[in-house]
């Protein structure tokens, strides 16, 4: 069974993943060490070489290199995938605003109907003061002529509240 030194310097227990990612990463450093050897030299490394990288790759410093650029890694994915995440809810959310709100206001229909209802309620209370303006005595004329006045007037603020909304 053979030892790896570089693999027990870096990761610290079996739940470290910022060591397993560093650990990769000084793979991935190994690898393209041999291919660049290999491309510029035609040949494998030899026995100097290998000796010359282990000898780089395992000082104090080049070991915290590969964990920190683990971390850095490690940071970069978890912030990706927190952004995605959070895009996708504000998303739902958004969608499910305009649902209620679409729900929540009358439709034009309604809204039309609700007018011509309260128009009508009024013509209607307009003529019954009218009746009794025309068949009581003179101060219970005046009355419902001030009266018949004030809702003209409510109706004419009524109105104008319905022209803003629509």
């Given at each position: 069974?053979?030892?790896?030194?570089?693999?027990?310097?870096?990761?610290?227990?079996?739940?470290?993943?910022?060591?397993?990612?560093?650990?990769?990463?000084?793979?991935?450093?190994?690898?393209?060490?041999?291919?660049?050897?290999?491309?510029?030299?035609?040949?494998?490394?030899?026995?100097?070489?290998?000796n010359?990288?282990?000898?780089?790759?395992?000082?104090d410093?080049?070991?915290?290199?590969?964990?920190?650029?683990?971390?850095?890694?490690?940071?970069?994915?978890?912030?990706?995938?927190?952004?995605?995440?959070?895009?996708?809810?504000?998303?739902?959310?958004?969608?499910?605003?305009?649902?209620?709100?679409?729900?929540?206001?009358?439709?034009?229909?309604?809204?039309?109907?609700?007018?011509v209802?309260?128009?009508?309620?009024?013509?209607?209370?307009?003529?019954?003061?009218?009746?009794?303006?025309?068949?009581?005595?003179?101060?219970?004329?005046?009355?419902?002529?001030?009266?018949?006045?004030?809702?003209?007037?409510?109706?004419?603020?009524?109105?104008?509240?319905?022209?803003?909304?629509k």
């Amino acid at each position: 069974m053979r030892y790896n030194f570089i693999y027990d310097k870096l990761v610290q227990n079996r739940n470290d993943l910022i060591g397993i990612i560093a650990y990769g990463i000084y793979k991935q450093h190994k690898i393209e060490f041999i291919t660049g050897i290999k491309e510029s030299k035609n040949r494998e490394p030899n026995e100097e070489e290998c000796n010359a990288f282990f000898v780089t790759s395992t000082t104090d410093s080049q070991l915290g290199k590969y964990r920190n650029d683990a971390e850095i890694l490690l940071t970069e994915v978890v912030l990706r995938t927190a952004e995605e995440e959070i895009n996708a809810r504000e998303r739902e959310i958004l969608l499910d605003y305009k649902k209620n709100i679409k729900e929540a206001l009358p439709s034009n229909f309604k809204t039309i109907a609700l007018s011509v209802i309260s128009s009508f309620i009024f013509s209607a209370i307009l003529a019954i003061f009218f009746i009794l303006g025309m068949t009581s005595e003179k101060e219970i004329k005046d009355v419902a002529e001030k009266a018949v006045t004030t809702i003209i007037q409510q109706q004419g603020i009524i109105a104008d509240s319905l022209q803003v909304q629509k």
